[in-house]
């Protein structure tokens, strides 16, 4: 359908459209019309991808003169692919409307290891041996060498690609990761350079968030962006997480071997340089004598990664003379490595400001800030030196150097913790330092000066006025969209106590009362009254490992689990991602085939940090991939969601405490509003994934006494707060069992999808015509 | 029609299997609400006042969608009249939960017998067996049949629950079965299923799929909650799957699948079945019945190949195994064939139009068609005679009579 936001004609590519993406296209286009960052909150399921598609070409198609791109950032492979089959659809249907004019170029991007075609690199396990696997052949080097001697393999795929030079480039179309590798398979072209070279040229660019936010990769993929470009982060809930993980570095005891090792490694290297080719080095110590901008023109391939957030003008200036010959530098890193790894063999916590770090490193170690700021790039240029070509055996001594460069650019907002130990385990010693990343604004700062336009979006953005405090910017526009439905398809019921037949004990997950043998046999007593009434999958989340095992155990010793897998199975997510994977799969078999199946789960941040990010970059490694992708558990999968607990996280965590700090001081963002926002959003993005569409139905039951409490309760998005009714503030078990035996026997009746006269859902091209542009504000409410 | 109070008190009293020590521990008059839930047949109108949860309307767009549903597809249809049906009934633990009062298994056993006869009574010339479920094994409680008496008399006796619940060995059970029957006849499962689970020794969809094969159609009316298994198996199969909400829905439900259903395209063909028409014996005459095996006086049917006496029709001869029905049980059938076109409803504006001012009375019962308020009602029109009728009278005219009496009189007249 066709339609008019303003001076904007929108093309849609569906007949329908539901109210809550129409009013949502209306906050969109005020914000491009501002030129502004926004935020906006709207749930999963009503088809927030296909809205800010269509809008924002649609304006791009509107305004021709303007040489606008879209940049839509992923989270995962998964989420791009179906971004650009999206896509896809609307291109097609806005080529029927306006003809060729229409065309535009799209592409995803994403790492080698999900592009390359070339048979025998992309058969390595992980994504860091693909990529030096790519260097081996396509370093410049290499090729010279390759062009004097034949046996020496080149990638064929490069090698046309660069043969064809700037004939080397897409027809405008949508190209998803399919296709792209396709097409460059057939033209011989190798996929990943070609999708790196084209992202400059296209209109849609689809990547995932590192390519703008970590600034090792940004300054590469992204440096070449206009500003009048729109940037999407989607499913941005964790945006700033992403951000301070980008720029923190942890070193532990292997890194500091590891780098010993690279150290000695480079200087065999050096030394067999010095001994054949003196010359290469000397031309080195000249090119870094003027300076490291110049460094500029290195060919595509050689550029792997660059300097971490660096000032521009750190760039014009020459590098500190002390490091400039290659054994001098080897000998400040070693000497960097020696006091690292001296640090880490203390006994008790310490705690630091990168300032005092850096401070008594030159005190002890004789390594000044300036020095330390240009490791990073000093590594990359004496690695091109010694054309090095396995990288992903050097990555202990980039750590070393993406730690040192960290240090010496950034006074504010770090700290550096060193533990002896894991306060869970403290009897296994296990040091790590740790260079911790408070300030989520640092990472994101250049994309918000950069861009034109900002736009984050997810289904669980709440409270939605914190965000900004934490990211540091304004946004024109921060908008809560609820859902519109048909019936009343979501239950959310927050429990408070144990049933009223029995001792009505308050359940918590409280420090002082989860250990409570009366709470555990409540929650235990709650999920087994539950497996008896909900048919199929049932999700349920605690706050973390060990209490998941503490809870278990007891369970188990108690004969509830026993009593649990008369009616269902009992799946458990443990930290080996292809058991969950695995557990994952038969949890869905179980569900298919009637048996009905519970699964014992973490909140995303409970997972070790990429750990389930990993099984979807690389769902290609995984045998079973499809599982992996997404894990969402609507329909049948999740009949029910049961969030035991308020999953705060650890507070005596030092990391989580320095970051309080620094909120606090910087920020005046109080301690206990920061932990109850974190920890609600995760329980949001926990029971969130229930549903993912309207025809679904699903119940949350919110299995903590403090969630009663308004200040928690409101900080939960409002689609879902809509729901709550106030009766089911404050349930026992047996009451949520009868409100959720009512509820499935309603929802298993059928219904009328459109919906009745009074509560529209679903917007023909009429029916959006007739409503003026005034009384659609009071529907999106 | 009152009936929704009935359905709240039913729906209401929710304990689990530890009820009775849920019970000891209320008090007296906090038993009497608990069970009643009365406050849940109430509801809040716009400005915050009580008032009882208006059910009749509610009914009747249940209805009527029930009736859009059947005549969606086209008017003049060939329906399957020649039913082979088997009921499999969930005796699983799950069955004796006891959210229905007095159990699901008690409501469901009421509810079947009611069926069977009403099956009988709409689709004289079908048959029915009942297979249970019990203990993850399915047994076969009455061979195919044509006598309502037997099934419900064997169904009485056995209605002890206990253990899990298996769908595929009751599909694979009743496979075996329905695969033996002539061609002319449409193979028809109906699961009454009271679990949320199924414990099955292997992988039910290839069992799925074989009665897909074999052009079985199975509905499935679940007591608690839809299950995504048995979805899947109706629309595989090409049957219903419904979810009784209380007592009295699931009544709605289990006779909805009395009427026959649309013939399967591939079955519909040309077919000559043997049936015989009993005599009714003469008032007084004594004789011993071959169903019952014990002389009795008079009001019998007499077989017309053996002679052999029964004592209700429709049924099948105990000695040569013939087909007994009558001609009503035949002309019975007929209206399934010619049904009558849904009513169209009628918007408000049309009542207070002055030029069909002899339309303010229903046509059926002569009432008045308006409000108490003097505002017009709810109303139906014929789509053929452009009569006007009340909601009762629709569905009177649709489910017992089968006849428009608009329509009629037009002809006679």
Redesign the interface.
Known sequence: MKFHIEDVTVYFPYDHIYPEQYSYMIELKRTLDAKGHCLLEMPTGTGKTIALLSLITSYCLSKPQSPMKLIYCTRTVHEMEKTLAELKILHNYQIKHLGPQARILAIGLSSRKNLCVNPTVVAAKNRDSVDAGCRKLTASWVRALAAENPDVSTCEFFENYEKAASAAVLPPRVYTLQELRASGKEKGWCPYFLARHMVQLANVVVYSYQYLLDPKVARIISKEMQKESVVVFDEAHNIDNVCIEALSVSVRRQTLEGATRNLSRISQEIDRFKATDASILRAEYNRLVEGLALRGNLPITDNWLSNPALPDDILKEAVPGNIRRAEHFLHVLRRLVQYLSGRLDTENVEKESPVGFVASLSSHAGIDQKTLKFCYDRLHSLMLTLEITDTDEFLHIQTICDFATLVGTYGRGFSIIIEPFDDRMPHIPDPVLQLSCHDASLAIKPVFDRFQSVVITSGTLSPIDLYPRLLNFHPVVSRSFTMSLTRDCICPMVLTRGSSCSDQLPVSTKFDMRSDPGVVRNYGKLLLEMVSVVPDGIVCFFVSYSYMDGIIDTWNDSGILKEIMQHKLVFIETQDVVETTLALDNYRRACDCGRGAVFFLLPERERNFSHFNEITWNSHVCCRGKVAEGIDFDRHYGRLVIMIGVPFQYTLSKILLARLEYLRDTFQIKEGDFLTFDALRQAAQCVGRVIRSKADYGMMIFADKRYSRHDKRSKLPSWILSHLQDANLNLSTDMALHIAREFLKKMAQPYDKTGSSDKKTLLSQEELEKLGDGSMHEMSY | MNNGAGRRIN?GA?????ED??NG??DAWERTYTDERSWESLQEDESGMLRPIDNQALYHSQYR?RLRSLSSTAARIQKGLIRYLYIVIDLSR?ASEM?FRPSRIAVIAKHVETFIREFFYQNPLSQVGIVTIKDGVAHCLTDIGGSPESHINALMKKLECSGDSS?QNALDLVDGYLNQIPSYGHREVLILYSA?????PG???DTIQKCRKSKIRCSVI?L???????KHLCQETGGTY????DESHFKELILEHAPPPPAIAEFAVANLINMGFPQRAAEGSISICSCHKEAKVGAGYTCPRCKARACELPTECCVCGLTLVSSPHLARSYHHLFPIAPFDEVTSSHLNNPNCKLQRNCFGCQQSLLDPGNKPGPAVVCPKCKRYFCLDCDIYIHESLHNCPGCDSLRHS
């Open positions: 729906g929710e304990e689990d299997d530890d020590d849920v521990d209320l969608r799950a959210d769908l949320l689970s199924t414990c099955d992988d039910i969809m679940g608690a909650a839809e299950m995504f298994i048995c419904s979810v009784a909400l």
